[in-house]
């Protein structure tokens, strides 16, 4: 896979915890009743931007709901999760058009859908990603069909795979997240105050319009707050914008666009 982006599909997205109602699936789907008889705790975790910490008590037949509001266009094309100590748990996705109590997760008798890899695959510590083909729904429903599920963040997301390489002067610079204190008697002394974080600094050269929209639509929703990962081509970084994209136009819609990343710890 190419250097990406996998950034959230709306800028705000609810979170609810709930209980299946039914014990088949296949022609009769699994239903979501808000909150009736649901063990999971801390849910609001999964969706507030911070992967220090995780839900609890998603066991078994339990199901978290994700209402991304009324910004759905483009589609879903991937779930992003975060883990801290990985997992071996099974879990399915779905998407409906409805979220009333009773409402049949999904909109075809093809529910869970299939993604790859699959959703039951083993969560190694860090960011697991999943893909599928896009869809443009409102509200999607995991369901936990064995042991503790308990990620720290979901991220409902879309990939934006880099049209062009940036130029082979980018940087990588590292913040060790040390304060140094001097003594009344000269010593000093030096306190690790958080681990270390990188930042990346590049610049796209002779970029297309096109380009340059892409980037805008992903500022749109981000901005300078909101965290994202980014796929350099070997690991993934969550990460997020220390400043606005400068697009300098250098010919009639060709573009240098250069961009700031700073790694999110938690």
């Known amino acids: 896979m190419a250097k990406s982006f996998f ?31 649901s063990n999971v705790t801390s849910e609001w975790h999964l969706t507030n931007n911070n992967i220090g910490h995780s839900s609890d008590g998603f066991g078994s037949n339990e199901i978290v709901r994700f209402d991304l509001g009324g910004n759905v266009g483009g589609g879903t094309t991937h779930v992003a999760v975060y883990h801290s100590g990985g997992t071996s748990s099974d879990i399915e996705i779905y998407y409906g058009v409805s979220n009333d109590n009773g409402t049949d ?36 429903f995991i369901r936990s069909t064995q042991n503790f599920f308990n990620p ?16 082979l002067s980018q940087k990588q610079n590292y ?24 930042t990346w600094n590049w610049t796209w050269r002779s970029a297309s319009a096109t380009t340059k929209s892409s980037l805008e639509g992903i500022i749109d929703i981000v901005q300078d707050y909101k965290k994202f990962i980014y796929y350099d081509d070997s690991e993934y970084h969550y990460v997020r914008l220390m400043q606005e994209p400068t697009f300098t136009e250098i010919a009639n819609n060709i573009f240098d666009i250069q961009i700031k990343l700073e790694e999110q710890l938690s």
């Open 105 to 140: 997760m999904g909109d075809s008798t093809n529910m869970p859908i299939t993604t790859s890899p699959t959703m039951s695959s083993t969560y190694n510590k860090g960011w697991n990603l999943r893909s599928f083909s896009s869809v443009s729904r409102r509200y999607w």
């Open 152 to 167: 720290n963040e979901v991220m409902l997301c879309r990939q934006y795979e880099f049209e062009i390489e940036p130029e």
């Open 175 to 198: 913040t060790f997240g040390e304060q140094s204190n001097t003594s009344w008697n000269g010593k000093k002394y030096i306190n690790k105050v958080h681990e270390q974080r990188r």
């Open 7 to 37: 950034y959230p599909v709306s800028e705000s997205i609810s979170v609810a915890d709930g209980s299946r109602t039914d014990t088949s699936n296949g022609s009769t789907l699994y239903s979501f009743n808000d909150g009736s008889s």
